[in-house]
């Protein structure tokens, strides 16, 4: 009677809906293919936004491929601007952003001439137009700790871009001995923005022993007002957070570098309040989980020369009306074998 029973409740739990069973984020998301594939340039983060045409507009990383991945990224980085049809392109290449300093032109401050490779871009919309942030470091001997983050704006997507302030800096290393992340060792950099839904603006970052911080403004242009205290409990590297609200709550997806859950996956992060983030789940799995690969056609450009996997890095989210819709993400290997880095677009399901 009592197997009876809890079959009988079994079945009307069934036929209501109540035995569903929660899917993880990364269980949400289906591979779709290339999004970004620039013959003769290393491709890295691609930052997606819906235009006003309603067209896609992907912001990107990229530099020459025969500088390699390190230390290209560092000395060559430039933002480009593709633009699609649709989220799964293909994507057409539209103009350059930001250069370098290759010609002593520096991205943040002209007066600063060992000012290098604007990189890691995250483009925004917000009230009267569009907001791009990406990091910079000031020279090769110094880093990773002479990394910073800088901020343009522009009324359109096609620029042109003015750089907020007097140089367009907004986010560098606390000057108070007293905060988690004085003298940081690999600085300031990778930004996520948050628009506040009450309000004011969130920047997180990743800063010292690769947690993430946490910056509060209450215009647009700051000042960013950095918290004392990382903002996230990771023991192991995450890096290349991005954030946005989630099922009511603030949400950072960030990469799982080695292991909290997966070696080479992705952490989603929730909060109640956006500044302590303790609750996390996966985010993404590795390359291989979403789309057969040959290990033989892989070229390794960035990462572990035996991999026994292959990984995402930088994710970046396409919101439609606030919901996760696609996420683009880069990559050291080429899965198809190309002589430089592609990144990719995934599909979020609606079942």
């Known amino acids: 009677m009592k197997t009876y029973l809890l079959g009988l409740i079994t079945f009307f739990m ?31 983060g691609t930052s997606p936004i819906i235009g006003e ?57 002209p007066a600063i001439h060992k000012v290098y490779a604007p990189h890691n871009p995250a483009i925004h919309k917000v009230k009267g137009g569009y907001v791009l942030f990406y990091i910079v470091n000031d020279g090769i001997e110094d880093h990773p700790s002479n990394q910073y983050i800088c901020m343009v704006t522009s009324k359109s997507l ?23 992340n004085y003298k940081a060792s690999n600085g300031v950099n990778n930004p996520a923005f948050l628009q506040h839904p009450k309000g004011g603006y969130f920047l997180y970052f990743k800063s010292e022993k690769a947690r993430m911080g946490l910056a509060v403004a209450e215009n647009l242009e ?33 990469t799982d570098n080695h292991g909290m859950i997966e070696s080479g996956g992705g952490i989603l992060w929730t909060s109640d309040d956006g500044i302590n983030f303790d609750s996390y789940e996966k ?61 990719y677009v995934l599909k979020f399901k609606k079942d």
């Open 14 to 44: 069934v036929i209501n809906g109540f035995s569903q069973v929660k899917k993880s984020f990364a269980d949400q998301l289906e591979f779709v293919g290339t999004a970004v594939d620039e013959p003769g340039y290393t491709i890295w």
């Open 222 to 254: 700051g000042p960013y007002v950095q918290m004392p205290f990382p903002v996230t409990v990771n023991d192991r590297n995450i890096e290349d957070g991005y954030a946005f609200m989630y099922n009511g709550k603030f949400a950072l997806l960030t």
């Open 283 to 343: 985010g993404f799995h590795r390359i291989n989980h979403y789309t057969n690969i040959d290990a033989d056609k892989v070229t390794i450009h960035y990462g572990p020369s035996n991999p026994k996997y292959s990984k995402f890095e930088r994710p970046q989210i396409l919101l439609k009306n606030g919901e996760p819709w696609y996420l683009y993400v880069g990559s050291g290997h080429n899965v198809y074998g190309g002589d430089c880095t592609v990144s």
């Open 158 to 180: 096609s620029g042109p871009w003015k750089k907020a302030g007097k140089d367009g800096k907004i986010l560098k290393t606390p000057k108070n001995e007293h905060y988690w």
């Open 53 to 109: 045409d309603g067209k896609i507009h992907l912001f990107v990383a990229r530099w020459p491929c025969e500088l390699n991945v390190d230390p290209g990224w560092r000395t060559h980085s430039e933002i480009a601007h593709y633009i699609g049809d649709t989220p799964e392109g293909p994507f057409v290449f539209s103009d350059i952003v930001l250069k370098g300093d290759i010609d002593n032109i520096a991205p943040c401050n």
